[in-house]
């Protein structure tokens, strides 16, 4: 026998006047960037539902809602048709049934509808703006439906008339709380759904499971977020790319060709690692605008580049000598560098110390093969030693940047890294670390399952330590 699953998930209508930044809410509490949100009042015109839903399970659902109309009239219906407190709420259901087909009153039928059907309330106000008689009405059917409800104040201009606010609210609400959907944080929103559970009884139990459960699901986000980082760098890395080509020797339109199809491919890498990053915050909807991957030579090295996403100058040839990777001539080149950045030489000296260890090339474009017909161009692994670090920067940037955005947002995200930033996530201990792997990931070897899950814990612990700053 099949078994009934009864969906017993805490639910809750978000209701208020016109433009008060209801929609906002249901989308930063949701987690939904489809919420329709705009500045115009009436944008939304039908109930909607909003489920949060980790790995099929509904945590909560929230029903989006139209603004409140004609509250005085409704009300003014209510009264008339007035009976015992007890039975309050079927006068509610009445009022519904009798109006179903009068346009007059859609949006209160809408925003009554989920409510009578068990929702709790939410009851959203603009903070910026001063109280005023007409939302009595709407506070007061509210009370009619009988059930149980919380204020959210927000503020949608920077006035503060929460004093006010406060005071009025406090006649129609057991909790009055103030919220912000357009910067949220983990804390704010486990602490606005235990609010939600102290509103009944029974739901004290179902929302504080809920809450559990979100936080697992956050801890999970970040997890999945390092592992598309780690297999990021992993195949960029290691990414070799080839072309055939017949006769004795290569054309320069097919050295080109390979080098072009090799980058491409580094900037599709970078492009669907972010989907899917966005895809775990569920902002599947983001518009952003950011520098595009440096691959050339002069940017990779740039001091720009540098101080933005990677080594400087200086780490790239300390990073050289640590990992084994100057020797011979190398050794003499380098410290001989290093003792010469005091001096006036220092420019040429670098140029030649990295032309050395191919700071500055992504990779040689390489002739391979031995019999004619068969010789193909190669262009990878890796060789530059500041491309990983560019790389890893820029996705830890645009991670946290993701994870930090409200999804009721909706304009362009600006992904501007300040030099500050390598800072905040790359020391020199990690850097030692870091570089023992992207040293194997460019050697061309097979990559063992076991290195590189330990290359996602490294950024696993970026990003927890990043996320929880
Ligand atoms: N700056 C700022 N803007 C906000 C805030 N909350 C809402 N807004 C803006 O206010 C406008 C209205 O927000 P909505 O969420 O669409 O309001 P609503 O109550 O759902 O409106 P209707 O569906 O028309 O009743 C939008 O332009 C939002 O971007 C806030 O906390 N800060
Ligand atoms: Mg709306």
Known sequence: MAKIVTETHPKFAVVGHPNKGKSSIVSALAMDDSVQISDSPGTTTKKRSFPLKVDGR???????????????????????????????????????????????????????????????????????????????????????????????????????????????LGHYFKMVRTFNPMNTSLEQHISILESMAQLKEEWIAPVKESIKLFEMYHDQMIERSSAVIAKLIVKSVSLVETLNFHGEDATEEEKSSVEENYKEKLRVLERSAQKSIEAIWNHDHLQKEQQALPLEGMDLFSEEAASVFGLTRKELLVTAAATGAATGAGVDLLFGGTTLLLGTG???????????????????????????????????????????????????????????????????????????????????????????????????????VEESAQ???????????????
């Open 346 to 448: 220092l420019g040429a000296v670098i140029g030649g110390v990295s032309a050395f260890f191919a700071f500055n090339e992504l990779s040689e474009v390489k002739v391979l093969g031995q019999t004619l017909g068969k010789r193909y161009l190669e262009m990878g692994p890796m060789e530059n030693r500041n491309f990983p670090y560019i790389l890893l920067g820029r996705s830890i940037y645009h991670t946290t940047r993701v994870k930090n955005r409200s999804h009721a947002l909706r304009g362009v995200e600006e992904l501007i890294m300040d030099s500050a930033f390598k800072d905040r996530w790359l020391d020199e201990d990690l850097r030692k670390s870091l570089e023992k792997y992207h040293k194997k990931f460019r050697s061309g070897k097979e990559i063992e």
């Open 58 to 168: 509904i945590l909560y659902e929230l029903f989006d809602t139209p603004g409140f109309q004609r509250a005085r009239r409704v009300l003014a219906w209510l009264e008339q048709h007035d009976v015992s407190a007890d039975k309050k709420h079927e006068v509610v259901q009445m009022f519904i049934n009798e109006h179903k087909d009068d346009p007059k009153f859609n949006d209160e039928i809408e925003l009554l509808e989920p409510i009578l059907n068990g929702a709790g309330i939410i009851y959203v106000v603009d903070g910026s703006k001063p109280y005023g008689e007409e939302y009595e009405a709407e506070m007061e059917i509210l009370r009619w439906t009988g059930q149980p409800s919380m204020a959210l104040i927000n503020h949608i201009d920077e006035s503060d008339y929460s004093e006010e606010w406060k005071r009025a």
């Open 455 to 469: 290359y996602e814990v490294l950024i696993r612990e970026v990003l927890t330590h990043l996320i929880n700053d």
